[in-house]
């Protein structure tokens, strides 16, 4: 029981600090464009990986949407959502290939 605590906070904690980093970032270049790709190309690599959160698509959607209709402010923050989704979703996925086993029962 202390071990499966202990892998909930190490991830918890790893996926605050992904989320401060891509705070950062964003209000270093806010281009949807790029933000929307970068999403995209997370989304896919979490997918790949069998950790795609439910959302993250749905959020690329609108970001496309309201860049076409040329609220690129609201597509940047839709698209920032969905890179910061798919950045928490890859590093789950990766704290839980180090630390599956804590996960199982023992006899």
Known sequence: MKRNLLSTAALLSVMLSAGEVH????????DAKAFIEQAETTRKEAASLGYEWRDTASLIKKAQDALAAGQEAEASKFAQDALLE???????AHAMQKSWQTLVPKP
């Open 23 to 30: 705070a950062a970032d964003a209000t270093a270049a806010p």
């Open 86 to 92: 798919g950045q928490q979703s890859v590093a789950q």
